[in-house]
């Protein structure tokens, strides 16, 4: 979701975030790929080699994709790293926002890869988590929160419930190379998913007293930042 000026509304907005067009969509249209800048992005600049031992894929696969990611502009080389026989990369940019229902029905294919992709990369990230919550500090493992709340909304109470949460998020700090040396002690990195996931197969299941059911709207994909 975008502001009048075009700007991405929510958390962690401003020049450390890229707006997917055509092209960066179709270039992010694959798991390694949304792997591959989430890594950059968390842990900072790496190489194909160890980036490849942290997917579980061979160094060559994962260079390759690193090269498609650069000219799609969402890695650059970090020359100040690399040297003859070592390529280094970094991520451009932070996070990510894919704004644009009418991107995703000119390109229903890369949107719904890109998706997937995303939602897999998340799941992963909740699993190893969760095989490592036995071992985190005890003042952590208490914090920790998984939750399903079942609710019964009008797209337009949806969309404000998306915006709230966002508005929500904004009033807290984000984790950037810049807040991570300003932040106090004790702060750790903490990630928060959001899913609003509307069922609309379920629609009027469980309402046949309620009177007529009306057409339920089409749904629209809406905005949302990534990662």
Known sequence: MTDSDGTPRGPKHGSNTVVLDAKGLRALAHPVRVQLVGLLRKHGPSTATRLAERLGVNSGTASYHLRQLGDAGFVEEDAERGNARERWWRAVHQSTWFSEPELAEREPEAALAYLQSVAAAYTLRTQRALSELQTLPDQWR????????????????????????????????????????????????????????????????????????????????????TW
Request: charge should be negative; charged fraction near 30%; proline fraction near 10%.
């Open 142 to 225: 208490g914090t920790f929160d998984i939750s399903d709340w079942p609710l019964r909304l009008t797209p337009e109470e949806t969309v404000n419930l998306r915006e709230e949460l966002h508005a929500l998020l904004a009033r807290y700090r984000s984790d950037t190379p810049e807040t991570a040396a300003e932040a106090p002690e004790g702060a750790e990195r903490v990630s928060l998913i959001t899913q609003i996931l509307p069922e609309l197969d379920t629609l009027g299941e469980d309402s046949t007293d309620a009177g007529p059911a009306s057409e339920p709207a089409p749904a629209r994909r809406r905005g949302m930042e």
